[in-house]
């Protein structure tokens, strides 16, 4: 560029011709005026770089991880004081050339991590050297440079590194090239290969594990191999002694020793199932450290078959060889273990070498994964077994009602329709209670002070705990509100105090607290993850017996009770952990066998303004007054309910038009001189469901009020009611002063 500029002012000055020459020199000046700046820029950007380089350089000198940074071409530019005493090397070679000793292809591996951190800006890899693990991190420095950091990493169960390790094993990636071969295994072949096919007489398809043989410098050896998945389809391949057995002390002690050494658990299994070698991983794992003669099948169990003709059928050839999930007996927590077993035939004889794996993790989200499945499962089932009795317990308390209503206190048959009545309602709260659990009972919230509930609950605590156990009750002063129903939340804490004086027999103190609780970040506990935020914990704390471990997945499941059989029906908990869950809230359970139990509730705290309370059903008047006038389309499915529903309303003055679904009721609305008043509607029913065919009916009839009635909660289409004007929700069983008082108010 700057050779341009002279050729235009050069030319420029001799031309005749004064505003072609003025032109020529104006570009000449321009074109050497940039690249001036150019030259300038380009300076300082050299400048940037040298300074970043010097600051990295002097950053790095005193780590003790080897460090290097290099330019483009792959030439080192700096080596730190760790790397020039581990490689004495020096800036000018290239990195491959260095590391040419301590990897098997370090050029492949270095321009792979080169390219990742050219477009992320950093990476890293673990890799297996001849020297053991390491991790090498690589970070790019500006546009033209790489900062290089190679960190040793401790070796597994504190084992030696693979160089020094007296057993024969190799690293090789899933192409079939050994990327490393420790000088065990170098002694056995002679030398150093490259790929599998120099090493085994024969390399299978389907892996190498079980017995193989090897090409010696004396011809073929025969071995057992186990393989060890590493990542990005690298396999650590072992190779083991395959032969006569050691029969001397001192050779049985040093094959136990270079097997110990081994990060991989190991079995030898005879065929009549008795373990005739265990490394020490596998004695850690199966939790016994002389399990030397030992059956297998005293070791495991969990299989969901016989261990012993497991092991047989495997030692025999008999079927494929699958890896299994077994638990270890001895340890005295649980301990899964995956079993693979390949079959070693000896002399005539066949054995089994296992590899074992500490699968405890995996095992236990898959618990965690079916238990939740579980709960979710039985939430469903006990939510359509309780709409199914609440349409049951409609029909039956409706007709008790309309009996009572011609019966006085003096018939003969007024006590037993009363006992009808009482059993009825005995009847609907059990299935309130399994809508609890299943979150789909009705709820009707308000913004509660807990300080507040929980004094207005005290005395009812008080007389329930008795007299040998004593209630302590403590507050946290600054107690944030809380959004919940106040009758079901004081049944979740009744249902505590009383599970915590059961596990009390002798005695004791029930401690129920209070406090504010901010998580900064999220808790992840039990299967549930609460977010951020400010909570209200209550805390309900006793002294009692205590549960045991293996029972504390199972306390929230309906039913399930340690209580003997007529002292309790095993909902308490459901039924609690359902009130809590259906409001926002989490609950959680610590327990000390022996110790006491504490269960810890979290609502989330509520700063919104205060609400007007919706109207509860035991609001409403018991009695309307007057007769009632009104024309009623009633449209239910369930034929006992709609046969007691129009009784009801007719005894009030109503005139009732019955339908047995959406489609019939549709069909008695295109009469267009008919005039009703309310629609009486369940939601649920066969064909079209309750708000889609009132939706249709009211773009035609936009002034009729809407009652819904439903055995599940109003929280189950609580949207779609939201869109229908002029409508309430009325769950059932309802009675037959309930039904019309609703109507009335409909109307009025």
């Given at each position: ?226 393989e060890v998945a590493g990542q990005a389809g690298r396999r650590e391949v072992y190779l083991l002694p395959a032969g006569k057995p050691a ?502």
């Open positions: 560029m700057l050779g341009a500029a002279v050729v235009f002012l050069g030319v420029g000055a001799f031309l005749p011709d004064l505003r072609l020459s003025l032109v020529l020199v104006a570009c000449g000046s321009t074109l050497a005026a940039v690249a001036v700046l150019l030259k300038l820029l380009s300076g300082r950007q050299a400048e940037a770089e040298k300074a970043l380089a010097a600051t990295v350089a002097g950053f790095t000198e005193l780590d003790s991880a080897p460090c290097f940074t290099t330019d483009p071409l792959g030439c080192v530019t700096h080596l730190n004081a760790s790397a020039r005493k581990r490689f004495s090397a020096e800036a000018g070679e290239t990195l491959p050339r260095i590391m040419r000793d301590l990897l098997a292809s370090p050029a492949a591996l270095l321009s792979r991590l080169e390219a990742r951190a050219e477009a992320r800006g950093h990476t890293s890899e673990d890799v297996v050297t001849r020297k053991g693990h390491m991790r090498l991190v690589v970070h790019r420095l500006g546009q033209e440079g790489f900062l290089w950091r190679m960190e040793d990493m401790v070796e597994r169960d504190g084992s030696r590194g693979a160089e020094s390790l007296s057993l024969p094993m190799m690293t090789v990636n899933k192409t079939g090239a050994i990327l490393f071969m420790n000088e065990a295994l170098r002694r056995v072949l002679g030398g150093r290969a490259k790929r599998l096919e120099e090493v085994f007489v024969d390399v299978p398809e389907d892996g190498l594990g079980g017995p193989q043989r090897i090409s010696g410098p004396s011809g073929e050896l025969p071995c057992h191999v186990v029969t001397q002390p001192a050779a049985v002690s040093a094959a136990t020793e270079v097997l110990d050494h081994l990060p991989v658990a190991l079995l030898r299994i005879r065929r009549d199932g008795t373990l005739s070698m265990a490394n020490r991983l596998a004695r850690e794992l199966l939790g016994h450290d002389d399990v030397i003669d030992m059956s297998f099948a005293e070791l495991v169990e969990g299989l969901g078959r016989s261990v012993r003709d497991w092991v047989t059928d495997a030692a025999e050839g008999r079927g494929p060889l699958r890896a299994e999930v077994a638990r270890a007996k001895m340890p005295l927590k649980d301990v899964f273990l995956q079993v693979s077993l390949s079959r070693v035939v000896e002399n005539g004889e066949p054995s089994l070498v296992a590899v074992l794996n500490d699968a405890t993790e995996l095992k236990t989200l898959e618990a965690q994964f079916v238990q939740s499945q579980k709960m979710q499962a039985i939430g469903q089932l006990a939510g359509g077994v309780a709409h199914d009795f609440n349409n049951l317990l409609t029909a039956i308390s409706g007709h008790c009602d309309l009996l009572l209503l011609r019966h006085d206190q003096g018939d003969p048959d007024y006590g037993d329709l009363v006992q009808i009545n009482q059993n009825a309602n005995r009847a609907a709260s059990l299935v309130g209670q399994l809508l609890a659990f299943s979150r789909k009972q009705n709820l009707q919230p308000e913004i509660l002070d807990m300080r507040e509930t929980l004094s207005d609950l005290g005395h009812l605590l008080n007389r329930l705990v008795g007299e040998r156990v004593s209630l302590s009750l403590t507050h946290d002063p600054e107690l944030p509100a809380i959004r919940a129903d106040k009758r079901q939340l004081e049944q979740v804490i009744m249902n505590l105090v009383v599970n915590a004086r059961d596990a009390m027999p002798e005695g004791g103190t029930i401690t129920v607290e209070t406090q504010t609780r901010t998580l900064d970040e999220e808790l992840h506990r039990d299967r549930a993850t609460v977010p951020a935020g400010t909570y209200v914990v209550v805390s309900v704390s006793d002294q009692g017996t205590g549960i045991h471990p293996d029972k504390i997945g199972k306390i929230f499941e309906p039913f399930w009770t340690t209580k003997r059989p007529g002292e309790g029906t095993g909902l308490g908990l459901s039924t609690a952990y359902g009130i809590v869950k259906q409001s926002g809230g989490y609950i959680f359970v610590d327990s000390i066998l022996g110790q006491g139990s504490s269960f810890t509730l979290y609502f989330p705290a509520y700063d919104r303004p205060e609400e007007a309370p919706r109207r509860a059903l035991d609001q409403l008047p018991r009695e309307p007054a007057g007769k009632g006038e009104g024309v009623i389309l009633l449209v239910e499915d369930e034929a006992p309910v709609r046969a007691f529903a129009s009784r009801a309303l007719r005894m009030r003055g109503y005139t009732v038009l019955e339908a047995e679904n959406a489609e019939e009721a549709l069909r008695v609305l295109e009469d267009i001189e008919l005039k009703v008043d309310v629609f009486v509607t369940d939601v649920i029913m066969p064909g079209m469901d309750g708000p889609s065919w009132v939706r249709k009916a009211l773009e035609m009839r936009p002034d009729v009020k809407v009652v819904f009635v439903s055995g599940y909660a109003e929280d189950s289409f609580d949207n779609e009611q939201a869109l229908i004007p002029n409508s309430v929700f009325l769950p059932k069983p309802f009675s037959l002063n309930e039904l019309t008082a609703t109507v009335h108010d409909q109307i009025h």
